[in-house]
Nanobody, 119 residues
Framework: QVQLVESGGGLVQAGGSLRLSCAAS????????MGWHRQGPGRQRELVAL???????NYADSVKGRFTISRDNAKNTVYLEMNSLKPEDTAVYYC?????????????WGQGTQVTVSS
């Protein structure tokens, strides 16, 4: 089994910053990709940012230039630095990881952390 534990959400004013963290633990041979998704009120879950083991990143257009994803492979941890936050960034943010264990790949999700941006 694998656990993803998120931290760093909260309430911030528009224009402010937050940093999310997500640490993976358990039966892990390697972590192929780690990423963040979000689900705002009345909206579908959407990809925010993704990073692979080589450090290559992918961002949603809505967050490019404002959010930065990074990972510490030694700690099995992914971070999301969020700057210039907007009210429309308000959502539950979910950590996601594609993990290999004994040759089997499986996708895992964190429990979610609330980010609220006030105008």
């Amino acid at each position: 089994q694998v656990q993803l534990v998120e931290s760093g959400g909260g309430l911030v004013q528009a224009g402010g910053s937050l940093r999310l963290s997500c640490a993976a633990s358990g039966r892990i041979s390697s972590i192929i990709t780690m990423g963040w998704h979000r689900q705002g009120p009345g909206r579908q879950r959407e990809l925010v940012a993704l990073i692979n083991s080589g450090g290559n990143t992918n961002y949603a257009d809505s967050v490019k230039g404002r959010f930065t994803i990074s990972r510490d492979n030694a700690k099995n941890t992914v971070y999301l630095e969020m700057n210039s936050l907007k009210p429309e960034d308000t959502a539950v943010y979910y950590c996601n990881a594609l993990i290999s264990w004994l040759g089997i790949r499986k996708e895992y999700w964190g429990q979610g952390t609330q980010v609220t941006v006030s105008s």
